[in-house]
Structure formats: C-alpha cells, structure tokens
Nanobody, 115 residues
Framework: QVQLEESGGGLVQPGGSLRLSCTTSRRMFSFNTMGWYRQGPGKERELVASIDSGGSTNYAGSVKGRFAISRDGAKNTVYLQMNDLKPEDTAVYYC?????????WGQGTQVTVSS
C-alpha cells in the first residue's frame, strides 16, 4: 500500500507564495511519474505539474512561470513551489504517483488565495 502525505497548504494573500510537499512511503524513483493536481470549487480535477522518473517536467499553462515542481530522492519527497498566487489558484491540491496504469493519491491539502 502506497501512502502519500501532503503538507504546506494554507491561506495566502494574492501575490504570495506557498510550498507544498508530498512524501511517499515508497522509493519515489519506482514511480513513472509524480505530480500535483488540483480541484477548485465547482471545477473538475486538473493536472498542475508533474515530473517523471527521468526528471522531465510538465506544467498546466495557467501556472507556467509561477509554479515549479522539484524532488528530493533522498527524502522521497516532491515539492510544488507556488509563487505569485492568484485567487483562481484556490483549490484542494492532491499529490499523485503513478506506476504504469496504477495511480495513488494523497488526501489533499487546501490552498486558499484571498485578501
């Protein structure tokens, strides 16, 4: 059973920054990809950013240039650095880990951007 533990969400003002962390109970390089998804109020869950086992990254167009995904293999942790946050970034953010066709999800962490 793979466990993903997220942390780092919270309330921040527009223009502020947050860093989300996701620590996996399994050696992270065993996953094909790890990433972050989000689901805003009344919206479908969407991919925010992902990183594959080779280090290649992928971002949603709405966060390019503002968010950065990174990883620390020694800590089995993936990070999402979020800068210049906007109210439309308000959502529950979920960590995702995929091994071939099997996906694992964290419990989600709330990010609220509001003045």
């Amino acid at each position: 059973q793979v466990q993903l533990e997220e942390s780092g969400g919270g309330l921040v003002q527009p223009g502020g920054s947050l860093r989300l962390s996701c620590t996996t109970s399994r050696r992270m390089f065993s996953f094909n990809t790890m990433g972050w998804y989000r689901q805003g109020p009344g919206k479908e869950r969407e991919l925010v950013a992902s990183i594959d086992s080779g280090g290649s990254t992928n971002y949603a167009g709405s966060v390019k240039g503002r968010f950065a995904i990174s990883r620390d293999g020694a800590k089995n942790t993936v990070y999402l650095q979020m800068n210049d946050l906007k109210p439309e970034d308000t959502a529950v953010y979920y960590c995702n880990a995929r091994i071939w066709t099997t996906e694992h999800w964290g419990q989600g962490t709330q990010v609220t951007v509001s003045s």
